[in-house]
């Protein structure tokens, strides 16, 4: 038996060289001839080793890259050639005004040239620093502004009161800026120098604490004299900038100038002017005007720039006059199309026969008969009028697109708010007459006399709906998903949507199986993380007006009522829509409620979104943040944690800032949750729970018999195979139904006690309801959301915050 001997690796030992002198030894030449190469220098190229010198250059490179990036960044920015620094200005305090600081900075150098757009943005020319400063000053009051001015500004600037004290308004107005996203900040205080020593220490310990309290860890400075505007004009041009990405991703402009022509009924073509910024802006593709949705553009004009550094440009550019940029191809023009058009026939297999087509044709011809208990002496006319609550009821279990199964505690529509639901007049006496039958479970208003001095509505009405909201939340939070069964009907006719699962995280459930109508109106992505990518490389190389430029767009088939809805001296700031961003898909938000917001706020609420750059409404889904394949549904916003809301909406690549409002009657906005983009998956998978509940009659160790969960012998055969679990961790199924009345003998896997409860749990998929609405009105004002129903007429006052 032979034996091979060991040969060592080329990496374990290495032996001492040959002294070869300074020529190449006949081994070398050799390998050399025959194409080897040494072991060692393969692995070093394979590994992308580099030389001492070849590692000096690169990390040399690396550094004359960044500081050309840097300086290319401040250079896009104040320059004669690039917009101006543009800065917003907010009051934190009502005793100091942002109009206060805009005149500070305007007369603190003479050789600055001053001039005002049409919508109140203040523009100075300042040739000291070479740069030029625009002011916009939205009104802290109107939040919306304020979050408009934050998409498009450079930096903000905050003015803060010396006592440290804040008031609600500017609380909630912080918050929202935070969840908003924070551009880079300037920190002013106004009537610091005329305090005395000890009062200024004070104060700078109060504007410190403060400050520190909202994680501002920056420095402030004092507004008051000359000196001092020049010190935030220098704060401004040389402080780091930290934009966001919305703006870093996506075209947008300032509008300073509007212009409606070409009326024709009740569409025209909106001319607006304004620096662009960000990346460049094609005429073929589409631009989104907040509140109102996306549109297209007809032309790009370079018009001359208003607010040049110096005058001599001025009439230079004056003289030369508005030149056309660019105009649209209607070949390469971004479609306006939000949504597939289903075809009804698609996938059809079978094709109707004449028969068929002749009893389609007599049930639309024949109307259908339906019974229903009237008034003696009704006619027929008047008793289509007349809603059988009978009828009306079973219509409800029985819809497809119903996902409240519960009844009417579940209920979440409310018909009194519609304003196209007909109504039915009675009389007197018709009213008298149905007294003794009519059960009527509707929202009612209750009306108490104040016993303050005041005569507000909010104290005048108690909303007997939000109060029953309030039960109904509470009830769901003592007792998770647990619903009654019904005793009018059988359990397996009320819950056939329902299905029982093995294991809510391992088993099994198809993201394809019975989908809604509506899923065939959406986009999906194929890979949306590489279409993502190819997007935003894609924008960096785009052609059309670039940063700097002053140019007028014009926007086609834009509503006249937009134009009149406009307030003059709120800021109105435009985006150019990457591709795919105005196709509609079901758009995942991961929220978390705001600690202002106290009230109850329901799955399938009608609520504002504030995300990105667009405003709409929609009715969300809320669903358990988990890392599973399903997701259980959340009936109600949770207090703590982080919920996934599932809405329609237009695609929008993350990430991106969310803010959600609800609107009360009055017209108001109420912050209710903050949070950001999580994906756009029409595949996640939102599953509805509902507990039936049944009380253990009689134990005997391992087995019980257990009542009130079913009530016929049908409905315990139909849901025998799905496993039963109790209170207190047992596990068990039905054995047999015992009599007609429900009794039913169950297995555990324990012994169970009498102050146990036997729970069955069912499943099944829901999907958002499509009521996207891009048009938002402006709000009125925004107010803190009250606490808890109260009967006491004063508690809402105290708890509401007027911000106009």
């Known amino acids: 038996m032979s034996t091979v001997g060991h040969r060592a690796g080329a990496f374990k030992q290495q032996n001492k060289k040959h002294k070869t002198g300074r020529h190449r030894s006949k081994g070398t030449i050799d390998n050399d001839q025959k194409g080897k190469t040494d072991v060692k220098t393969l692995s070093k190229s394979g590994r992308r080793e580099l030389s001492r ?37 907010v009051s934190l305090t009502d005793q100091v005004s942002a109009d206060v600081i805009l005149g500070l900075v305007s007369s603190c150098d003479d050789s600055a040239t001053a001039t005002a757009s049409e919508r109140n943005i203040t523009y100075l020319s300042v040739p000291r620093y070479k740069s030029r400063f625009g002011f916009v000053v939205p009104d802290p009051r109107k939040l919306h502004e304020v979050l408009d001015a934050l998409k498009i500004v450079d930096t903000l600037a905050l003015i803060w009161p010396l006592d440290g004290e804040l008031d609600e308004s500017s609380e909630l107005l912080l918050s929202a800026i935070f969840s908003h996203g924070v551009p880079a900040t300037l920190h002013l205080v106004y009537g610091l120098s005329s305090l005395n020593s000890k009062q200024k220490e004070i104060a700078r310990k109060n504007v410190n604490r403060l400050m520190d309290k909202w994680s501002f860890g920056d420095k402030f400075y004092t507004a008051d004299n000359a000196s001092d ?139 259908k008969k339906v019974g229903k208990k009237v008034p003696k002496g009704t006619s027929e006319y008047q008793a289509a009028w007349i809603v059988d609550e009978e009828n009306g009821e079973n219509k409800e279990e029985n819809d497809e697109d119903d996902d409240d199964d519960e009844g009417s505690d579940e209920n979440m529509s409310d018909e009194s708010d519609d304003p196209d639901q007909p109504e039915a007049a009675m009389d007197d006496d018709d009213m008298s007459q149905g007294d003794d039958d009519e059960d009527d479970d509707g929202a009612e208003t209750m009306t108490v006399a104040s016993q303050f001095g005041d005569n507000d509505d909010d104290d005048a009405e108690i909303d007997m709906a939000e109060v029953e909201r309030y039960r109904q939340a509470r009830e769901n939070a003592m007792f998770p998903d647990e619903i009654d069964t019904p005793l009018d009907a059988p359990a397996r006719v009320r819950f056939q949507k329902y299905r029982g699962l093995k294991s809510f ?88 409620r705001h600690p202002s917001c106290q009230a109850t706020v329901k799955s399938k609420d009608k609520l504002i979104f504030h995300v990105g750059y667009r ?101 315990i055969e139909w849901f025998k195979p799905v496993e039963l679990r109790t209170k207190y961790g047992r596990r068990g199924h039905i054995k047999e139904g015992l009599g007609t009345h429900g009794h039913m003998k169950c297995v555990f896997d324990g012994q169970l006690t009498s102050q146990d409860e036997v729970m069955l749990n ?28 109260s009967t006491h007429v004063g508690d809402e006052d105290d708890d509401e915050m007027q911000c106009t």
């Open 229 to 367: 505007g020049l010190v935030i004009f220098r704060q401004i041009s040389t402080g780091k900038k930290r934009p966001l990405i919305l703006q870093k991703r996506r075209p947008h402009l300032l509008v300073e100038q509007i212009d409606k022509v070409d009326v024709e009924g009740d569409k025209c073509t909106l001319k607006v002017s304004g620096y662009m910024r960000g990346p460049a802006l094609s005429v073929n593709g589409l631009v989104h005007l907040p509140g109102w949705g996306d549109f297209q553009m007809k032309q790009i004009d370079l018009t001359p720039d208003p607010h040049p550094l110096t005058e001599g440009k001025r009439k230079n550019e004056m003289d030369e006059g508005a030149k056309v940029l660019e105009v649209a191809d209607q070949a390469k023009q971004t479609s306006l199309q939000s949504e597939v058009v289903p075809d009804p026939m698609e996938g059809e297999q079978t094709w109707p026969t004449q028969e068929d087509l002749d009893d389609a044709t007599r049930s639309k011809l024949e109307p």
């Open 762 to 789: 069912l499943y099944k998929r829901v999907f958002p309801k499509w009521t996207y609405n891009p048009r938002v009105n402006t709000p009125s004002s925004y107010r803190r959301l009250s606490t808890a129903p």
């Open 615 to 715: 405003r709409f409404e929609a009715a969300p889904v809320f669903s358990q943040h988990t890392n599973g394949d399903k997701h259980k549904m959340e009936r109600y916003l949770p207090a703590e944690g982080v919920v996934v809301a599932s809405v329609y909406a237009p695609i929008i690549f993350p990430p991106s800032s969310v803010l959600v409002f609800r609107e009360d009657k009055r017209g108001r906005h109420q912050l209710v949750a903050t949070g950001a983009v999580l994906d756009l998956n029409p595949d996640r998978v939102v599953v509805k729970r509902i507990v039936l509940s049944g009380h253990p009659f009689k134990i005997n160790k391992r087995h019980a018999v257990v009542r009130y969960m079913f009530f016929n012998r049908e409905d």
């Open 505 to 592: 995280r391992t088993s099994e459930w198809d993201p394809k199986e019975n989908l809604p109508v509506d899923y065939a109106r959406i986009f999906k992505f194929a890979d949306f993380r590489r279409t993502k990518k190819r997007v935003l490389d894609d924008v960096q190389t785009a052609d059309g007006a670039l940063h700097g430029w002053f140019v007028t767009v014009h926007i086609a088939n834009v509503p006249t009522q937009f134009v009149e809805s406009l307030d003059s001296t709120a800021p109105l700031v435009i985006f150019g829509l990457l591709p795919h961003e105005q196709r509609v898909s079901v758009l995942n938000i991961a929220l978390r």
């Open 53 to 89: 010198v070849a590692r000096r250059n690169q990390s040399k490179q690396l550094r004359e890259n960044k500081k050309s990036a840097v300086l290319a960044e401040k250079r896009s920015l104040g320059g004669a050639n690039s917009p101006p620094y543009l800065t917003a200005v």
